[in-house]
């Protein structure tokens, strides 16, 4: 079976990390890890992830960073680590769960299945038959900035920021790891850029050819979440920066 990590970042969750149900999961599953990240909490959120690791020392793992750097940059210190461990993939998921832990085995046998997909991004798709529960501002705007990354990148693309992501673990994969995100909250985005300009003018395959959105079948708006309306403007701002810099 295939080896897969998971990075969560964690900032602030000690009061609502649903702690019982990734100790649930992974009792049930074999093949896959959790790599907590802790960004810089200022609350009791890494004693929480220690004592999980304590519990199961083979299913989960803690990554500390010293101050608040941003989801992004969470996630990219935990994929490095995770880098070390040698897996067959690597993925990030939201500490919220707003994307059931589930569906992580779904990700897996779709890259399992098809070895010319390299990344399985979760879409957020409301179909009659799933629950998908999202507030309906905060649906909107999601769906207009998902149109705006679509047309900046000139690559079609449902939904560039849903927190469930899993990918193949290729030598190309440390590449987009390497720097520094240039933003806090649209670094996926960002990866698909790197991605871009890494494989223009090569005969590679593209971003359409090895990126796979699967349709979630259940997701849900957590509350606490700290993503404001706000920070969808100042994410269409970030998205510039990005071009700027990748184009």
């Known amino acids: 079976m295939s ?59 803690v990554h500390t960073l010293a101050a608040n750097a941003g989801k992004g940059e969470a996630v990219r210190h935990g994929f490095l680590a995770a880098l070390d461990s040698d897996p067959d993939y690597i993925g990030f998921w939201d500490a919220d769960l707003a994307t059931p832990l589930e569906a992580i085995p779904e990700f897996r046998d779709v890259l399992d299945g098809r070895p010319d997909i390299e990344m399985a991004f979760g879409a957020r798709v409301r179909l009659l038959g799933r629950a998908i529960r999202r507030n309906r501002l905060r649906h909107l705007l999601g769906r207009l900035f998902a149109m705006t990354a679509s047309l900046f990148l000139r690559v079609d693309i449902y939904d560039t920021q849903c927190g469930a992501k899993l990918f193949r673990v290729t030598p190309d994969l440390p590449v987009l790891f390497q720097e520094p995100f240039a ?31 699967v349709p979630l079948s259940e997701w849900r708006d957590a509350a606490g979440s700290k993503i404001k309306v706000r920070d969808f403007v100042i994410a269409i701002f970030g998205m510039i920066d990005i071009l700027r810099k990748y184009r």
């Open 183 to 213: 933003t806090r909250w649209i670094f996926d985005v960002e990866i698909i850029a790197r991605l871009m300009r890494a494989r223009t003018g090569t005969e590679r395959p593209q971003v359409r050819d090895i990126v796979y959105e």
């Open 3 to 61: 080896e897969t990590i998971i990075v969560v970042p964690c900032y602030n969750e000690a009061e609502r990390l649903p702690v019982e149900t990734f100790q649930g999961f992974a009792r049930r599953t074999h093949g896959i890890r959790f790599l907590f990240v802790d960004d810089g909490s200022t609350d009791a959120t890494v004693d929480v992830l220690r004592a999980m690791k304590a519990s199961a020392p083979d299913c989960f793992d």
